[in-house]
T-cell receptor, first 117, second 113 residues
């Protein structure tokens, strides 16, 4: 069975500090996809990034960066120079393959990030 | 491009009633998925529709059902509501290709009293 663990339930940092959100996953699939989503207070889940299991390159997008390490089954997310607008709940998710094509996502329990001005 | 639209945003129902939630996907997206979000269970997959066919289903009782129309719009129905069905119901659309990211709507918050 697939599993995603986000051990950090809540994190608070002062604005402009860097913060890393941890994500550890379990899967028996050899091909899989990992995602990060942001859920602001308004409720919708905002897609941030997708990474497939064959691409271990780290990625940077502005203040956001992601570190994918297959050897430790981790897909961590770092926000540099955090801002108040980064306050949200962040979810890591893992795709589960079905023969029929698309798949369901297994979500972690989320990390509530609060940026203190 | 318009995002995923869910209606209504809020619903209050009584135990035993039934409810229908609606979702309009992003134009061109053929896959619609539904998720339930509760404080206790987190985000759980309900089902996924692709080209009017249910392609995948999560571990929910038969009271939870859905359908998809030819224009890719989807509805989700919950019959014989229970208190535990109170949740945020999120709809997401995608192209339907393997690994394609899901784009979520704002959700429908259902309260069962």
């Amino acid at each position: 069975a697939q599993k995603v663990t986000q051990a950090q339930t809540e994190i608070s940092v002062v604005e402009k500090e860097d913060v890393t959100l941890d994500c550890v996953y379990e899967t028996r699939d050899t091909t899989y996809y990992l995602f990060w989503y942001k859920q602001p207070p308004s409720g919708e889940l905002v897609f941030l990034i997708r990474r497939n299991s064959f691409d271990e390159q780290n990625e940077i997008s502005g203040r956001y960066s992601w570190n994918f390490q297959k050897s430790t089954s981790s897909f961590n997310f770092t926000i540099t120079a955090s801002q108040v607008v980064d306050s949200a709940v962040y979810f890591c998710a893992l795709s589960e393959a079905f023969n029929s094509g698309n798949e369901k996502l297994t979500f972690g329990t989320g990390t509530r990030l609060t940026i203190i001005p | 491009k318009a995002g995923v639209t869910q209606t209504p945003r809020y619903l209050i129902k009584t135990r035993g009633q039934q409810v229908t939630l609606s979702c309009s996907p992003i134009s061109g997206h053929r896959s619609v998925s539904w998720y339930q979000q509760t404080p206790g269970q987190g985000l759980q997959f309900l089902f996924e529709y692709f080209s009017e066919t249910q392609r995948n289903k999560g571990n929910f009782p038969g009271r939870f059902s859905g359908r998809q129309f030819s224009n890719s719009r989807s509805e989700m129905n919950v019959s014989t509501l229970e208190l535990g069905d109170s949740a945020l119901y999120l709809c997401a659309s995608s192209s339907g290709d393997r690994g394609s990211p899901l784009h979520f709507g704002n959700g429908t918050r259902l309260t069962v009293t």
